[in-house]
C-alpha cells in the first residue's frame, strides 16, 4: 500500500496536472468494483454526506471529497443536485479549502433555509505552523445565482473553554423561530459529548450550553451529530468514538446510533433510552438526516469507515453513500425504509416461489450482480435458514436467520477481499419479531439489508469476483417456503 506524505495529502487538487487527473480517473474507471446505482467519488476518497436539504424543488446533496487518493487528506466538499434521489446530478466541488480559517480542510457540516436561502455551515480546519489543529464553524450563503459566499471569518471562532480542538460536524435546525446548532466535542477530560448554539440570524450564534444526557464516559469524542423530531419522538443522533464492544453491539471501529426520548431545548436536557446502534452491518458510519418534498425524515449514511483500509484503495478511489432510507418510529421502534423512489430503478421483474431445505438448492431466479431482492418468508419451520448472495466456487455472503433466537447474521468471511484491519467476519442482530421478509439491494460491491420492513438494517462493503453472481437458499433443518421477487437495478 503507497505510503502517502503530508505534503501530497495536503496538495490542492487545483495545483495537479490535468494529465495526473486524466490517469488517475482513468485508473478508477477500470476498477471492478465501481458501483452502479450509489453515489461515489469520481476519483480519491469520499466519506460523510454533508449539506443535505431539499429546497425550491431540489435535492441538494454533499460528500466530503479528498479527490487525490484513498486517503484523508485536503478536505473539499464535492456536490450533487437530484429531482428524486434516484437519479443525481453531479455539480463537482461546491466548497474549496481556500480561506485562512478552513486551509487545511472543508470539513462536516449542514444546510438549512434562512430568509428563502440556502446556507451551510461546516467545520473549518486550519493547521498552524506546529501542525497543531484549529477548528472553527463557518457560514457559506448560496447566492440566487447559485455562487456560494463564503463569510470572511467564522461564526463560531473556537470551543468555549473546557473543551478540545475536536469540535466538529454543526448540524444546524430551527426550533420556534430560532436557529440552533448541535456540534460534536471532546471535554478537556477526552469525554465525548454534544454542545448547542442558538442563532436569531444565522450569523451570531450563542453557546447555551453541553447536552445533558444520562451517558457518562462514554467515548472520548461524539461526531456527526444531529437533532430531529419524528412521529413525536425527538431523536439525536451521534457517531461515539472510543466505546468498547458489548456482545454483538458495537463491534465496528467506532459507532453510528442514536437517543430517543424527549429534548429540553430550553435548558440543554435529553430524556432518553439506551443507545442503540443504528445499523448492524460492517460499514456505516456518519450519517444525516433532512426533511424530504412531502415532509419524511430521510437518512443518508457513509458506507465505510474511518481508519480502514478498503480493496478499492490501491485503484485510486474509495467509499460511496448509502441509498436513501425514510424513518419513522412505530411501537417505539425506529425503523429505517428505502425511499420509495427507488422502485423507479427497477427492470425486469422475476419471481420464484418454493420450498428451501437442508439440501442447498437453487431457486430461480438465481444470478445477479446489481439488483432488489424481496424474500418473504411465508412458512417456517427450519431451525435456521441461510441464504447466499454473490455466490460462486470461490466466493459467498451468507444472511443466516436462526428462528430460535430471531437473530440476522451477516457474514462476508467469504465475500472477496476484506477491508483491513479485520475484527471478525460476522455481524448480528437480533430481531423484534420472528422474520417474514428481507429487502435486499445489492450493487457491485455493497450489500443492504432490511429486515422486517425496516425494523434491522445491516449495511456492507463486499468485493466479490466478477463471477460471483448466484443466489442460494438452504436451511439447516426443516423448511421454510419462500417467495423470491428480483428486479435488476439500473442507475
Known amino acids: 500500500m503507497r505510503e502517502w506524505t503530508r505534503e501530497e495529502r495536503y496538495q490542492r487538487y487545483e495545483d495537479v496536472s490535468t494529465e495526473a487527473l486524466i490517469d488517475l480517473k482513468s485508473t478508477v474507471n477500470q476498477s471492478p468494483y465501481r458501483q452502479t446505482f450509489h453515489i461515489q467519488p469520481e476519483t480519491g476518497l469520499l466519506n460523510d454526506p454533508n449539506g443535505l436539504i431539499y429546497a425550491n424543488g431540489t435535492y441538494h446533496v454533499s460528500h466530503q471529497w479528498f479527490p487525490l487518493g484513498a486517503v484523508h487528506g485536503l478536505k473539499y466538499w464535492y ?66 445565482d447559485g455562487t456560494i459566499h463564503k463569510f470572511p471569518k467564522p461564526v463560531i471562532a473556537a470551543p468555549p473553554e473546557g473543551y478540545t480542538q475536536h469540535f466538529r460536524d454543526p448540524k444546524v435546525f430551527l426550533h420556534e423561530d430560532a436557529l440552533y446548532a448541535v456540534i460534536g466535542a471532546q471535554t478537556v477530560q477526552e469525554e465525548g459529548c454534544l454542545l448547542l448554539y442558538r442563532s436569531e440570524d444565522a450569523i451570531h450564534w450563542t453557546f447555551k450550553g453541553q447536552v445533558e444526557t444520562d451517558l457518562a464516559q462514554f467515548g472520548y469524542m461524539w461526531e456527526c451529530p444531529d437533532y430531529f ?8 443522533m451521534f457517531c461515539p468514538q472510543g466505546i468498547d464492544a458489548e456482545g454483538e453491539h458495537f463491534k465496528n471501529i467506532y459507532q453510528s446510533g442514536y437517543l430517543m426520548g424527549q429534548f429540553d431545548i430550553e435548558n440543554q436536557v435529553m430524556q432518553h433510552g439506551d443507545f442503540k446502534e443504528l445499523d448492524a452491518g460492517f460499514d456505516f458510519y456518519a450519517p444525516q438526516t433532512f426533511e424530504g418534498k412531502e415532509g419524511q425524515r430521510i437518512l443518508i449514511g457513509w458506507m465505510g469507515l474511518p481508519d480502514t ?27 429505517q425504509r428505502p425511499i420509495q423512489a427507488l422502485q423507479h430503478l427497477r427492470t ?92 435486499i439491494f445489492v450493487d457491485t460491491s455493497s450489500i443492504e439489508i432490511f429486515c422486517n420492513d425496516g425494523e434491522r438494517v445491516l449495511t456492507s462493503r463486499i468485493f466479490p469476483p466478477e463471477g460471483a453472481t448466484g443466489i442460494k437458499a438452504s436451511t439447516e433443518s426443516g423448511q421454510a417456503y419462500l417467495k423470491f421477487t428480483k428486479y435488476e437495478l439500473k442507475g
Open 229 to 236: 423530531r419524528v412521529d413525536g419522538h425527538d431523536i439525536i
Open 79 to 144: 456536490h450533487y443536485t437530484s429531482e428524486d434521489l434516484v437519479h443525481f446530478t453531479p455539480q463537482g466541488p461546491i466548497l474549496k479549502p481556500d480561506t485562512q480559517y478552513d486551509s487545511h480542510g472543508i470539513y462536516s457540516g449542514s444546510a438549512f433555509l434562512f430568509d428563502g436561502q440556502i446556507y451551510y455551515m461546516y467545520t473549518g480546519n486550519h493547521r498552524d505552523e506546529d501542525w497543531q489543529r484549529h477548528a472553527s464553524q463557518m457560514l457559506a450563503k448560496v447566492e440566487t
Open 348 to 439: 425486469n421483474e422475476e419471481t420464484a416461489l418454493g420450498y428451501a431445505n437442508k439440501f442447498q438448492r437453487q431457486l430461480h431466479p438465481y444470478e445477479g450482480k446489481q439488483y432488489e431482492m424481496l424474500i418473504d418468508v411465508l412458512d417456517n419451520e427450519a431451525t435456521a435458514i441461510y441464504f447466499e448472495l454473490r455466490t460462486s466456487k470461490t466466493a459467498t455472503t451468507v444472511i443466516e436467520y436462526h428462528t430460535r433466537t430471531q437473530e440476522i447474521v451477516l457474514d462476508r468471511s467469504e465475500s472477496g477481499p476484506l477491508p483491513q484491519p479485520v475484527d471478525g467476519t460476522r455481524r448480528t442482530t437480533r430481531l423484534i419479531t420472528p422474520l417474514t421478509q428481507l429487502q
Open 309 to 335: 483500509q478498503y480493496p478499492t484503495d490501491e485503484e485510486g478511489w474509495a467509499h460511496c453513500l448509502t441509498i436513501p432510507r425514510e424513518l419513522s418510529v412505530e411501537n417505539g421502534i425506529l425503523k
